[in-house]
């Protein structure tokens, strides 16, 4: 039935469960375990002959009703809630590779996500090589025998490059990998990464799914066998969503379409804006026509979404003070919230890199990253005007 309706109709209806309390909203269950009618029914659902509950860390209605709604978005057979955007990382390589396995990712990934690769799973034989998201031949050349994952996000953070996730759903499988994209900067409202052919999509719920910067929590999508695996690690590794969190993210997923056009319809402005302007060198943003892949983010995305960068001609002095002189918008290094936040990735987001390693990510020290909110677009301009020195 949910497949005749729309994506706007899904995000405000899908998975409810309703009680016998005939309840309009989706009811919180703060249990931590279920009763059951018998030593029967509890044989029964502990040995898997029949459905049930038994404890929230496995399941819970709440978080179900959550995991089936952002399926329903992605087009997925198949969610798994996490604590995290980290745990939902954590939990898909746990799951679905082995010591021993290689990996590709992108260099232009979350700080965290490179952590856990490089310093975690390395621990465990896990190795992976890193290339520029937008650079087939450089994937193609990363791919080992023992590789089994391509992982990327797109756009990246903060410099907006664009992989081509179809290129790379193919790259992926004629190498027997599997292709894991991270759609926190699109979201469903904006990308769908498993119809152009990636197996799996991890979300940070904690950005643009909540929306209003209440809670954190992460999410795993994808085909029943894989999901399968993730969950069954879940459930025994334990990093799950509560369900007061899910409910939390229930209610930004019913307005997650409204938020991203608003969101992509005043980036657009501030970097159409922006590019005018003398004191900046270069805008990064995968709407204007000047952005390298914009052709590319046309066709696979339906927007451009809420995060650009911009290089200031002052380098670092000229960043600082322009942060330190505007008066509303929030300094912080997170995103997807309703108040617009700035910050500078090179002496914060991205200090621990090398200058090397940053300059070759092109987070030079006049960049500045500013995720749009959905305060007026004028006062959004007008704030940033302030810091500009002439
Ligand atoms: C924030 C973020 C993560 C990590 O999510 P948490 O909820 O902070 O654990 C992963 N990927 C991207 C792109 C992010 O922005």
């Not at 979404?305 to 911009?310: I, P």
């Amino acid at each position: 039935m949910e497949h005749d309706f729309r994506f706007n109709t899904l995000a405000v209806r899908s998975g409810q469960h309703r009680t016998n309390e005939g309840e309009q909203g989706e009811p919180i269950f703060t249990t931590s375990s279920y009763v059951f009618q018998s030593a029967a029914e509890a044989a029964a659902v502990f040995s898997g002959q029949q459905p049930g509950n038994i404890y929230s860390r496995f399941t819970n209605p709440t978080v179900r009703t959550f995991e089936q709604r952002l399926a329903a978005l992605e087009g997925g057979e198949r969610c798994v809630a996490t604590a995290s955007g980290m745990a939902a990382i954590m939990s898909s390589c746990m799951a679905l590779l082995n010591s021993g396995d290689h990996m590709v990712s992108s260099r232009a990934i979350f700080g965290s996500i490179t952590v856990l690769f490089s310093d975690h799973l390395s621990r465990f034989g896990i190795e992976t090589s890193y290339v520029a998201p937008s650079d087939l031949d450089a994937w193609e050349r990363a791919i080992q025998p023992d590789t089994r994952l391509l992982f990327v996000e797109t756009p990246s953070n903060p410099m907006a490059e664009i992989a081509d996730i179809t290129a790379l759903a193919e790259l992926a499988h004629s190498h027997d990998c599997l292709l894991v994209v991270d759609n926190c900067f699109c979201t469903p409202a904006l990308q769908l990464p498993l119809a152009m052919g990636a197996d799996i999509v991890i979300h940070s719920a904690t950005k643009y799914i909540d929306g209003q910067g209440r809670a954190i929590g992460g999410a795993v999508i994808g085909g029943e066998e894989h999901l399968d695996k993730v969950f069954g690690f879940l459930r025994t590794a334990g990093p799950c969503m509560s369900p007061f969190n899910a409910w939390v993210f229930l209610k930004g997923l019913e307005t997650l379409r409204l938020r991203m056009d608003a969101h992509s319809a005043s980036a657009l402005e501030l970097a159409r804006w922006l590019e005018q302007r003398s004191q900046v060198k270069r805008v990064h943003y995968s709407g204007l026509p000047s952005h390298p892949q914009h052709e590319l983010a046309k066709r696979q995305q339906k927007a451009f979404g809420g995060v650009l960068a911009f290089e200031l001609q002052g380098g670092k002095e000229a960043a600082w003070h322009l942060i330190d002189s505007i008066r509303m918008i929030s300094i912080t290094a997170n995103l997807g919230d309703t108040k617009s936040t700035i910050t500078h990735p090179a002496t914060t987001t991205h200090g621990r890199l090398t200058p090397e390693v940053r300059t070759s990510a092109g987070i030079s020290d006049g960049l500045v990253r500013i995720a749009v909110g959905l305060e007026d677009i004028s006062d959004i301009k007008a704030d940033v005007e302030t810091g500009f020195r002439d």
